[in-house]
């Protein structure tokens, strides 16, 4: 029974199992083989049929099976997969669970227990797992709103009404810190006081802490920075809307920030988006991006709850950034790569080529993901994908791009001028001059103005 199922004869492996299934002894694992083998054979109604049969004994399986099944009548059904079911379920609650969505008062859907902070939402709850003296009661109610607002604001309109009271400008700059090469090059421009703040998932995923843990030790004990490390599972809120999990906007990677601003008293939040996200709407058309909806609108309410919005990398691309990265001591603690081993890339995925391949790290350009990203149209991450092409001199490996890789890319590197105004006034010199000291400014006309590959 065993060489058969490993062998995959499912048939065969069931109907030794069929044979023992009643024999009390050997039951348990007679009855695992003839249920698996079923779901290997794709029988998801026999799969739900034998689980009913046997008590429930195999509801994992038996939920996927629903679920595949589902998925096959309709494929756009909103149902979750099993894996989410079992993480949303498997979640902390908090001991006040009374407490419901307040449309109507959105602060008062915050309270903390200890020194976890708990905001209900309208599928669950959600925590923060806050400094041991932080106290929810003496944060301004403007860092709530913002907060629920940027974890809501896709689904939920009512986050958007305007605040009420003021809050009266921090005195210090914070940087939402994922120990990504952004966020770094970010960190090594801003003043030595920013603080670092690290999001921590607390569900497990295949996402791999070790590399930023490494970089956060170095921060905190080699370079004297000011580094706080607050455990949340607010990436698990996008999932109740049928998403994957992650973050629920740009700016929820800084939430635990927003609460901590009256407690840290932090004036401005800065964010590693480079240039490939401001001045270029995604990565590979040219736009003014003072002008967006999306500039303004977060500027003002950011003020509003007496924070700063801080772009220190804005004017400087991916490909500067990891430059910035390179021209200091810190790479070695740096990987982009989600799938190595917490030191090596994996060398197959599309981090490897664009983000480890223009540092010199090993990847192979025929690895399946690598190719299958090189073939959409359009290219993803345009700019830096052609100018990474270019100093990997690998343009003869992509023909089909002969035509964009024409335009000269050196310039990728320099910072975009026009950036510097948008920094806040208290740190503008200090931080232009020190992206300065890794980087040179672009000269004018400034290329990336006329940026627009795919004529859009
Ligand atoms: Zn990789």
Known sequence: MRRAYNKGEWEKARFHAFKIVDRPKEQELARSVIIRSYWNQEDTAEVIRLNLLWGNSFEELSMKAKYVSQKAISPNSKVHHPRILKLQNGQPRPQNERKEWNDNDIESNFWQEGSRVWMVHPHGWTFWD????FSLSSTHPNLLKLTAEILLYPW??????PFVKTRHIGSLPALAFSAGTDSTAAALVMPKNTILGYHRRTFESILDHRNADRLLTHMKEEKGRKVVDISSNHELIRTYYYKQIGFSSDFSCATHL?????HCDIGALAFGMPLDNTWLAKGRKFREFTETPYF???TERFLSAGIELFLPIAGVSEAGAMKICQDSDILPYLNSCLRGDGIEGC???WKCFHKNGPLGRPFDIQAKEIQTFLKRKPLPTATHALWALQQLKLESEVPELSSLLKTDL??????YPPAKEILPLRWREETWQKIHDFLTPMNEPYPVESINHYNE
């Open 296 to 298: 303004k609108y977060w």
């Open 156 to 161: 939920m309109n009512s986050t958007k009404a």
């Open 130 to 133: 806050m400094p041991e003296s």
């Open 410 to 415: 050196s310039w990728w590197t320099s910072s």
């Open 258 to 262: 927003i609460l901590l601003a009256d």
């Open 347 to 349: 060398g197959k995925c």
